[in-house]
């Protein structure tokens, strides 16, 4: 079956610009995770939804940073105002129910650049 | 807080051999997964293999296998009979203890095979 999907592949903006990054999980996938990966380092958790509970939001960076999700559907990462330091890959990954077993499955990731 | 490290920056092995690489986990939740991740150039993120803290056996897939010493919080990958497309980024990563099923990343580890 399809995979995670995201869109863009590729965004460049300029500082102090809003962006919209589009996620699309495996069909049937009730947790949703965004992560985003610096050049050269692992990835850091921003952000989870699972299914109709509230999102733990414990990893977004600022309050520019917000992702909203409906339903088991489509999710979308905004960051607002952005900054040369919100440059990275912003990647996308769904698991069947979010528990310790699951296997998060990750989309292609959209590559942002700031300047 | 749960933390993963992998010490080794970057790894040569020649093709047709094994190679091991190290990872390291800190944690004081006893319920918890470990989970390799292949990243080629391309950027996207590969599911590799999991471990289960409760495991008693260690996991392999194909030519990968975990080798999970409990005691000494490792749980290092092995990959049998490398190929020229192994050479990539291998990422380490455990969940975080708490409601959610978020990963903590190590830093990576740059594989390269050489012919």
């Known amino acids: 079956g399809a995979g995670v999907s995201q869109s863009p592949s590729n965004k460049v903006t300029e500082k102090g610009k809003d962006v919209e990054l589009r996620c699309d999980p495996i069909s049937g996938h009730t947790a949703l995770y965004w992560y985003r990966q610096r050049l050269g380092q692992g990835l850091e958790f921003l952000i989870y939804f699972q299914g109709n509970s509230a999102p733990d939001k414990s990893g977004l960076p600022s309050d520019r940073f917000s992702a909203e999700r409906t339903g088991e559907s489509v999710s979308t990462l905004t960051i607002q105002r952005t900054q040369q330091e919100d440059s990275a890959v912003y990647l996308c990954?769904?698991?069947?129910?979010?528990?310790?077993?699951?296997?998060?499955?990750f989309g292609p990731g959209t590559r942002l650049t700031v300047l | 807080a749960q933390k993963i490290t992998q010490t080794q920056p970057g790894m040569f092995v020649q093709e047709k051999e094994a190679v091991t690489l190290d990872c390291t986990y800190d944690t004081s939740d006893p319920s918890y997964g470990l989970f390799w991740y292949k990243q080629p150039s391309s950027g996207e993120m590969i599911f590799l293999i999991y471990q289960g803290s409760y495991d008693q056996q260690n996991a392999t897939e194909g030519r990968y296998s975990l080798n999970f010493q409990k005691a000494r919080k490792s749980a290092n990958l092995v990959i049998s009979a490398s190929q020229l497309g192994d050479s990539a980024m291998y990422f380490c990563a455990t969940n975080y203890g708490g409601a959610t099923n978020k990963l903590i990343f190590g830093t990576g580890t740059l594989l390269a095979v050489q012919p």
């Open positions: 990954a769904s698991s069947l129910v979010g528990g310790r077993q699951d296997t998060q499955y």
